[in-house]
């Protein structure tokens, strides 16, 4: 069994899993999935059916898609993912953490330092601002 490879930049296979399952499930396949692969089985008469195995691989630029099946699936398939809008790769997010300084100012009885967000001296108890 040959298969077409397709890599498909900033998507993951859990992107692009339940994008190729609706696209075999619009053309009438039965579809079954396990982990990194999708199978589609469509019934074409009596006693033929047409088979499709698809697996998805993630790297870290894009999933790899590997398929096999018939050449005009294959085609049509790999038509398809190629044409899927170019998605962002994800941006880590950054903790910014900010240093605030608290001024402290001296207490005018006790000299002891204040911060300037206290009204009372924690040396002396007595009033630092009005």
């Known amino acids: 069994m040959s298969y ?16 190729i399952e609706s696209w075999l499930l619009e053309r009438e396949f039965t579809v079954s999935i396990l982990a990194n692969r999708i199978e589609g089985n469509k019934k074409t008469g009596w006693f033929s059916s047409e088979n499709v195995t698809i697996f998805l691989e993630n790297f870290p630029d894009g999933c790899v898609i590997r398929i096999s099946g018939s050449q005009e699936t294959k085609r049509y398939l790999k038509q398809y993912l190629s044409a899927l809008p170019q998605k962002k790769k994800a941006v880590s997010k950054e903790t910014i953490i900010r240093e605030r300084e608290i001024v402290s100012v001296p207490c ?23």
């Open 4 to 19: 077409e490879q397709v890599t498909i930049k900033n998507y993951t296979d859990a992107d692009l899993t339940p994008i």
């Open 108 to 130: 005018p009885y006790c000299g002891a330092l204040v911060p300037i967000t206290e009204k009372i001296c924690q040396n002396c108890k007595a009033p630092v601002r009005g």
